[in-house]
């Protein structure tokens, strides 16, 4: 596969939120008619933060960048990934002189990353432990639903196997299920910074027994432009199996990923968890999964009492004695549920017994056996809307889940031409309700280099969505939730009314 060469440029880049602007008009006493239903149209402005990949010598790490043709999208525009760089202690950064933090030339000497046009992705490769955060930016017909993907795969050591992330706009509140500080595992959160003035962040970690005091997590400061990976076991002497990371920024605003690695079972990328809710889908288990962890917190002041249900291609089915979980308030709360799937598609559906109460989740899932396991995160997500897309596919070795936990819905899916060249092609299915299907998603005609898949539900019933990348290596993989692109933005239709100039 042709791939061009990533560039790293350092440099300030600031991210900017979409911002829709109309001017809303009241109704008048006379009866003129209200402002009509809000019109979809596409984004001017679109940031995105990648962590840094890896601290192995020997990772390799692909990204991938992809904007989904967009009807009314300007003609013009551009997209351009730049490097934050890591802060030292003495408050320098790790590729200032074009040097990494061992002393190893930087990628930033290299040539430009450069989008292609709508419609066709483009690929960059970086190797080794130097490389940054990155930094994103894209405006014009760049912007709507900008996705990039990046990719690392390490062949030893901790963490090794296939890690994948989806990069994710700046935010002031995160929550991580999920995460842990026991013994075997090596997990940090990376905070990245796009803005032009220092973010301050708190980060806070909730175990079996509640909050963990954690001063040394209190009032982190985060540079401009800037990243900071945090290692959490720096942060509390408890050792615990099971952690709920809750990321909340007091100034400014940062990108959180955590990065999770095990000494014998591999490790991954764990995204954010969809935002607090009584009901969660958590879409995408792979059919071979050997076992699979849940991980469930609230944080409010009441306990929650979860139905616990899998949706197989059949139907919604209930697991053997893992009916319902019962998750105390401010308490992290875990269940093994197993080798859940035994060889078909599934997601886990949770839904309250009774009153519901607002909930974060997540699933630990290991494939493999033995000295051969390998461990991915799939976080409660939500639902696709009116689009999602996947950057970084290849036909024999992605996997697209999609799940219609309450009623049928149909969808269409597209594949993109490939880096290399080919030619989209699309197909039209039917999810039916309460069910997961892991579908023969196209692959573009004529297809070279890797592609896109964007998913554009056909009915209003809530659809969800996750992506599985293997590797070759027989247990190596890597999972993405689909939610949202954000490539479209509401703005409301507005009227007339001259009425008012009389008040």
């Known amino acids: 596969m042709n791939r061009t060469t990533l560039s790293l440029i350092a440099g300030t880049t600031a991210l900017a939120a979409v911002t829709a602007v109309a001017a809303l008009s009241t109704p008048s006493a006379s009866g003129a008619p209200a402002p009509g239903a809000a019109a979809q149209l596409p984004v001017q402005r679109t940031g995105l933060l990648c962590p840094a990949p890896s601290v192995s010598d020997i990772a390799d790490t692909t990204y991938t960048s992809f904007t989904p043709v967009t009807q009314g999208a300007p003609s013009s525009g551009k997209a351009q990934l730049q490097a934050a760089p890591e802060q030292s202690a003495d408050g320098t950064d790790g590729t200032q002189q074009g040097k990494g933090k061992s002393g190893k030339k930087t990628t930033a000497d290299q040539p430009a990353l450069t989008p292609k046009a709508p419609g066709t992705p483009v690929t960059g490769d970086t190797s080794g432990a130097d490389t940054p955060a990155l930094i994103g930016t894209a405006d014009g017909k760049f912007a709507p639903g900008w996705t990039v993907q990046e990719t690392t795969e390490i062949a030893a050591g901790t963490g090794r196997g296939l890690q994948g992330v989806t990069c994710t706009p700046a935010d002031t509140e995160f929550w991580f299920p999920g995460a842990s500080t026991a013994a075997s595992r090596t997990d940090y959160v990376h905070l990245t910074n796009p803005d032009d003035s220092a973010a301050v962040v708190d980060v806070e ?263 599985t990348l293997t590797s070759t290596d027989p247990s190596g993989f890597t999972v993405q939730t689909l939610p949202n692109d954000r490539g479209l933005v509401s703005v409301p239709r507005t009227s007339e009314d001259l009425s008012i100039l009389q008040k």
Request: proline share 7%; net charge negative.
């Open 205 to 467: 970690l909730y175990g079996k027994n509640g909050a963990i005091k954690s001063p040394l997590g209190e009032n982190l400061t985060v540079k401009p432009h800037s990243s900071e990976p945090i290692l959490l076991s720096t942060l509390t002497d408890e050792r615990q199996d099971d952690l709920t990371v809750h990321v909340s920024v007091r100034s400014g605003r940062v990108g959180a990923t955590v990065q999770a690695l095990d000494d014998k079972s591999g490790g991954d990328w764990l995204a954010a968890a969809a935002d607090p809710a009584g009901s969660l889908v958590l879409p995408g288990i792979p059919k071979d999964a050997t076992d699979v962890r849940l991980i469930a917190f609230t944080p409010g002041d009441a306990d929650a009492d979860l139905k616990i249900r899998l949706a197989s291609p059949d139907g919604l089915i209930t697991p053997a004695g893992n009916e319902e979980l019962h998750v105390k308030s401010g308490m992290t709360t875990s269940a093994d549920l197993g080798p859940l799937t035994r060889g078909e598609a599934g997601s886990l559906v949770l839904t309250p017994t009774d009153q519901s109460v607002p909930v974060v989740a997540a699933l630990r899932v290991v494939r493999g056996k033995g000295a051969n396991q390998e461990t991915a995160f799939i976080p409660a997500t939500a639902p696709v809307g009116a689009r999602a897309t996947a950057a970084d596919n290849s036909a024999k070795n992605t996997t697209l889940a999609l799940t219609a936990p309450t009623a049928t819905a149909k969808v269409k899916v597209t594949a993109s031409a490939g880096s290399d060249g080919g030619t989209a092609v699309s197909k039209t299915y039917t999810i039916k309700a309460g069910t997961t299907q892991d579908i023969d998603a196209p692959v573009p005609s004529g297809a070279k280099g890797t592609y896109a898949l964007t998913i554009e539900p056909l009915t209003t019933t809530p659809l969800y969505a996750s992506r």
